[in-house]
């Protein structure tokens, strides 16, 4: 795993005593670690929060739908513990103890600009989205296709490929929704 060093650092605090993350500890050996695993690049920011009984890890800047879940927990009224984490190029991570204001105001953040098939970052054109979903025995499933202005690095497709399902599940209406395929193409490659 190529963020193991952040992934100790988080275990360092889970095993803490200072933590309050008591039940479904697995959660987070599991399900936070394979996120982590499949979604880390270098400079990638999280959201972190614990609870009592769970532990919440997202991808912060991509899409709004993203951080949903985590929005959740931070309306549960239980006693919740945020962190923010930013990875580092050595596998390691930079991580901060935030409050619950400050976590809810990084989950409102975004990178991209989504207007209709086009992803703009700062005003300027990154990249086209077609989504092809297909309906077959009561569920979707289908593909989403990103053609890029320029080749996209391994880590900007890494990120798109999160963006991927959120924007297939918006546009079929339905969080049930499982893409087959994501794509990426060059203009030049056309």
Not at 110 to 127: M, T
């Amino acid at each position: 795993m190529k963020f193991l060093a952040a992934f100790n650092r988080m275990t360092n605090i889970v095993e803490s005593e200072q933590c309050i993350l008591t039940g479904y500890r697995q959660d987070f050996y599991q399900f936070d670690r394979d996120h982590l695993a499949n979604t880390g690049t270098v400079g990638g920011r999280y959201i972190w929060v614990l609870r009592e009984n769970g532990t919440h890890l997202a991808s912060i800047g991509l899409h709004p739908r993203a951080t949903e879940f985590v929005e959740c927990a931070l309306d549960s009224f239980e006693q919740v513990q945020c962190y923010e984490i930013t990875l580092l190029a050595d596998g390691d991570a930079e991580i901060s103890s935030i409050t619950v204001p400050k976590a809810r105001e990084l989950i409102k953040t975004c990178a991209f600009e989504f207007e209709g098939r086009h992803i703009k970052q700062k005003g300027r054109l990154l990249a086209t989205v077609d989504i092809h979903p297909l309906y077959n025995q009561g569920t979707y499933g289908g593909k989403v296709c990103f053609t890029f202005e320029d080749a996209p690095s391994s880590d900007t497709e890494l990120s798109f490929k999160q963006m991927a399902l959120h924007l297939f599940q918006e546009r079929v209406g339905t969080l049930f929704a499982c893409m087959d395929e994501v794509t990426f193409q060059t203009h030049s490659t056309q």
